[in-house]
Structures are given as C-alpha cells and as structure tokens.
C-alpha cells in the first residue's frame, strides 16, 4: 500500500489561505491522489482528488506536483468550520475501494 | 435526509455480549463499507460490500460479521465482544468500486466494559 506523510498539525488564521502539504514519493502510475477530513465527532468527508492534473471545487483546490511525489491541498480562505483532521489518501481503482488513512494533519484555525 | 446513517449512535455494552450496529445509505449506492477508528483515531477498513458480495475482509476476526441484506444495508454483528472492540465504527458508501467519493455515516461510538 502507497505511503503518504503529512505534518501532525498545522495551524491558521481566520479568512487565509491553507496549504497542506502531503509527500507520497512511493506513488504509482494508477494511484489517485484523494483528500478527506474528519471534523470533530463527525465521520470523514471527502473533499477533492486528482490524478496528475490541478484541480478545483467548491471546496479547495489541489495541486500536484509534476513528479507526482508531493501535493497539496489549498483551502483559499479558512474558516472555523474547516478545523478538522485532514488526510491525504493514496488509492488505484483495482482496490475495491479501499481508504488507507494515516495520522493526517490536525489544522487548528484561529479567529 | 441523512445520507448515510447508523443506529445506535452510542452503545454501551459489557465484555461477552454480542451486538449489531445498524447501517443504511439512501443515495443509491452500490458499495458500501465499515471502517473502525480506535482511540488513537486511526482509521482502517474492515468491510467492504459490493451488490450485497463482500469484496474487503481485512483480516477482521470472526467475530466480527457484516451483513447485506440488501444494496441499502449493511449490518455489522460482533460476537464475544472484548475490550479491544471499544471504538468508533463507521459505515459508508459510494457509487461503486471505482468512485472516487465515500460517503462516511455518523459513527457509532462503541464501548465494552
């Protein structure tokens, strides 16, 4: 199973912008890049994927890196909703859809 | 209109009780799964279940059995329940196999004492 590591936590300000870094040197060609998070006492949301390209939702945005060895997941202005666990997944589509999640990155943001 | 739900959302059970945690998804979804997350808040599949087959067993004890009584259900039974078990079980669901996107229920915080 693809390896990803992302820092423990991170913290930000009210209304700036979030990136979350997540290093996945290990990828293969088939894995998708996959961004969840778990707000307090609530079971995991997904928020965005992507396979080589940048991408864009309501959400966030995710930007991968040429290699496909790092991405991050960008959230244009934080808000206190968005403290939550967030995980970055690593995933092919021949794992009958199986999440492996890590320790993921606490983001704590501060009014 | 709850996505993904489970009933209960707390139990409270003692060591050697057997117990079901309830699931059902109203999305139309084809696949769904358990995951359990222990008190260090790791989160790692146990179950999955497509059209009512199971497709993940993830080296769960026999204790713990899943159910599929149809597409919109999955039930997780658990026999001989031990102090270990205590956690948060999550179901979830998506599309298929191959989507991309699970939808995670509530959760059911379980604790064997």
């Known amino acids: 199973d693809a390896k990803t590591t992302q820092p423990n936590s991170m913290e930000s300000n009210e209304e700036e912008p979030v990136h979350l870094p997540c290093n996945h040197s290990?990828?293969?060609?088939?894995?998708?890049i996959h961004w969840y998070r778990q707000l307090p006492s609530q079971g995991p949301e997904y928020v965005i994927h992507?396979?080589?390209s940048n991408v864009n939702n309501r959400m966030a945005s995710l930007a991968i890196a040429e290699d496909r060895k790092s991405s991050t997941l960008i959230l244009h202005r934080a808000t206190l909703r968005d403290a939550a666990v967030y995980y970055c997944?690593?995933?092919?589509?021949?794992?009958?859809?199986?999440?492996?999640f890590g320790q993921g990155t606490e983001l704590s943001v501060k009014p | 209109d709850t996505a993904v739900s489970q009933t209960p959302k707390y139990l409270v059970t003692q060591m050697g009780n057997d117990k079901s945690i309830k699931c059902e998804q109203n999305?139309?979804?084809?696949?769904m799964y358990w995951y359990k997350q222990d008190s260090k808040k790791f989160l790692k599949i146990m179950f999955s279940?497509?059209?009512?087959?199971?497709?993940i067993n993830e080296t769960v004890p026999n204790r713990f059995s899943p159910k599929s009584p149809d597409k919109a259900h999955l039930n997780l039974h658990i026999n001989s329940l031990e102090l270990g078990d205590s956690a948060v079980y999550f179901c979830?669901?998506?599309?298929?196999?191959?989507?991309?996107?699970?939808?995670f229920g509530p959760g059911t915080r379980l604790t064997v004492t």
């Open positions: 290990t990828i293969s060609g088939t894995d998708y």
């Open positions: 992507g396979l080589t």
């Open positions: 279940y497509n059209n009512k087959e199971l497709i």
């Open positions: 997944i690593l995933t092919s589509y021949n794992q009958g859809g199986k999440l492996i």
């Open positions: 999305l139309g979804h084809d696949t």
């Open positions: 979830a669901s998506s599309r298929g196999l191959k989507s991309y996107e699970q939808y």
